[in-house]
Each structure stands twice: as structure tokens, then as C-alpha cells.
T-cell receptor, first 114, second 114 residues
Framework: AQSVTQLGSHVSVSEGALVLLRCNYS??????LFWYVQYPNQGLQLLLK??????LVKGINGFEAEFKKSETSFHLTKPSAHMSDAAEYFC????????????FGTGTKLQVIP | GAGVSQTPSNKVTEKGKYVELRCDPI?????LYWYRQSLGQGPEFLIY????????DSGLPNDRFFAVRPEGSVSTLKIQRTERGDSAMYLC????????????FGPGTRLTVL
């Protein structure tokens, strides 16, 4: 079985500051990992994904995440926060290979302070 | 259309009533998922279709919930004898094929049971 834990349900950063959203995963098999963003009253949009290629993954809107097997982590970062980054972010995991159910974390709401 | 669409966007019903929620997938996507997202939580898996058949319905909470996809395209999630605890955002996601990595989400249907 797979699971993810997102540390911090709410994170506040100043505009222009570093964004760091934490995600730790648990998986009995090699995982695929994802970060999604959700704006109010909208569906989820994929930011980036790790599927066992490069451990540093670059996504849309300047976000990136690094897969660290030794730490079972997949933290999301962005060097400089923008007001438009304010949203809820979900980390998700699935086992690799064929059809596998995706399990989502409980989300982290990012607030960007001007 | 270009993306996954869900109708209605909002549904308010009374306890005990029957509701149907519709999902129109991206053309050509064979895999379709339903998720339920309660307030402050991440999406929770309900059911997965590969083509017309429900390949995994292990997430359906009880027998009041049922979903169909008769022609392998549009899917309908049906909830009988609704309860207040069914109030949530219901999200549909589709995927090009069973082994693909990215799910594309619709905007969701917000169900409120009074």
C-alpha cells in the first residue's frame, strides 16, 4: 500500500520568498510521485511528476521537486513566490506499473503575502 | 471538448433523494476515475473504469453508490438515499490508457445534501 504525508496544512510565504512544501511518502514498491495544484472551485492540475527517471523534476510555473529515496521525500520548491501561486497543493503517490490507484495527501494551502 | 467536463457544477438535494453526477472525458481516454473530496481533505478514490467495465470499485463507501460507463465514454455516478455525509466535491479524472502516468481532472461537482 502507498500513502503520503504532507507536513503543514497551511504555509505562508512573502512574495518573492522561497516556497517549500513538504511531502513524505510510504510505498512497498518503487513509487511514482506527483504534485497537483488546486485553485478554488476548480479541479486539480498536474504540476510535475516523478516516474523513476531523473530525481530532480521540473514542472510548470517554476516549480520543481526532488525525489530522495533515502529520506522517502518529494518536497516541492519554487525559488520565488508569486501572488498567483496562492492555492492548495496536493502530493500524490501510486505504485509503478500498469494500472495503480493514486493516493493523495491531505493538501497544503499556500498563502502568499504581498 | 478540450478537457474533462462535469455536470452539474453544483447540486443541492435533500436527504434521502437520488442524484446523478455526470462526467464527460477527454476524447479517446480509456481510463476514467471518480474521486470524492471532502472539505479540507485530498481526493479519495471511489472507482476506476477501463473502457466500459469497473476495474476497481474498492473505494465506493457503500451500496448506495454506483457508477456506470455504458459506452466507454461518458460516466455517471449515482447516489441513492443521499445522506448529509455525502456532501463533498466529486471529481472525475481521465487518463489516455491504463499505463499512462497523468490523470486529467474535471472541475468537479459540488454536492450538498441538506
Amino acid at each position: 500500500a502507498q500513502s503520503v504525508t504532507q507536513l503543514g496544512s497551511h504555509v505562508s510565504v512573502s512574495e518573492g520568498a522561497l516556497v517549500l512544501l513538504r511531502c513524505n511518502y510510504s510505498s512497498s514498491v518503487p513509487p511514482y510521485l506527483f504534485w497537483y495544484v488546486q485553485y478554488p472551485n476548480q479541479g486539480l492540475q498536474l504540476l510535475l511528476k516523478y516516474t523513476s527517471a531523473a530525481t530532480l523534476v521540473k514542472g510548470i510555473n517554476g516549480f520543481e521537486a526532488e525525489f530522495k529515496k533515502s529520506e522517502t521525500s518529494f518536497h516541492l520548491t519554487k525559488p520565488s513566490a508569486h501572488m498567483s501561486d496562492a492555492a492548495e497543493y496536493f502530493c500524490a503517490v501510486r505504485a509503478s506499473g500498469g494500472y495503480q490507484k493514486v493516493t493523495f495527501g491531505t493538501g497544503t494551502k499556500l498563502q502568499v503575502i504581498p | 471538448g478540450a478537457g474533462v467536463s462535469q455536470t452539474p457544477s453544483n447540486k443541492v438535494t435533500e436527504k434521502g433523494k437520488y442524484v446523478e453526477l455526470r462526467c464527460d472525458p477527454i476524447s479517446g481516454h480509456t481510463a476514467l476515475y471518480w474521486y470524492r473530496q471532502s472539505l479540507g481533505q485530498g481526493p479519495e478514490f471511489l472507482i476506476y473504469f477501463q473502457g466500459t467495465g469497473a476495474a476497481d470499485d474498492s473505494g465506493l463507501p457503500n451500496d448506495r453508490f454506483f457508477a456506470v460507463r455504458p459506452e466507454g465514454s461518458v460516466s455517471t455516478l449515482k447516489i441513492q438515499r443521499t445522506e448529509r455525509g455525502d456532501s463533498a466535491m466529486y471529481l472525475c479524472a481521465t487518463q489516455q490508457d491504463r499505463g499512462d502516468n497523468e490523470q486529467f481532472f474535471g472541475p468537479g461537482t459540488r454536492l450538498t445534501v441538506l
